[in-house]
């Protein structure tokens, strides 16, 4: 991630993204309690069969909100859809289980990685060139649960599928 370090150095306001918790989130679920997490696992995985891995490309930076940001991500080409039905069939699939209430937003395929540092007010934008542009397929769709704190969220994986290219 040799652009995400030049673009973050020299920046004490804002903290980035453990490498390995860089994803893309399709569905956020929230709590569930520990015996419906295999159900929701199940649910969502089943939805996904004949669907294609998704291919995505990095196509800028955005601040989030686009004043004073909270975060900064990067926003993704999502070349047919695919990423976009993924979440379509797990977002459904899961809602009609009454696991899960879709959001009202767009989905919005993006990696964040870097978050503003609590008690700063403005985070100044970032200079995106040089960002890898090279198309990449998302494989593997993985079920996380999030562990907060202070220094941020660690992810661990919890069930695992992959999609065909």
Not at 96 to 112: N, Q, S, V
Not at 139 to 160: C, F, I, N, Q
């Amino acid at each position: 991630m040799d652009w995400r370090e030049r673009a973050l150095a020299g920046r004490p306001d804002l903290r980035p993204v453990a490498v390995e918790a860089l994803h893309v989130t399709l569905v956020f679920l929230g709590y569930l309690p520990e015996k419906e997490i295999g159900t929701a696992a199940s649910t969502a995985f089943e939805a996904l069969d004949g669907l294609r891995a998704p291919r995505l490309a990095v196509r800028e930076v955005r601040p989030v909100p686009s004043r004073d940001p909270r975060l900064f991500a990067v926003d993704l080409a999502d070349e047919d859809d695919r990423a976009t039905a993924v979440h379509q069939a797990a977002s459904a699939a899961l809602a009609a289980a009454r696991l899960y209430r879709p959001e009202k937003r767009p989905f919005w395929p993006h990696i964040t990685f870097a978050r503003v540092k609590r008690g700063e007010r403005r985070a100044p934008g970032l200079d995106s060139g040089g960002l890898p542009t090279a198309p990449f397929v998302a494989t593997d769709v993985t079920l996380y649960r999030s562990h907060l704190s202070p220094r941020g969220a660690r992810y661990e994986a919890l069930e695992r599928v992959t999609l065909p290219r």
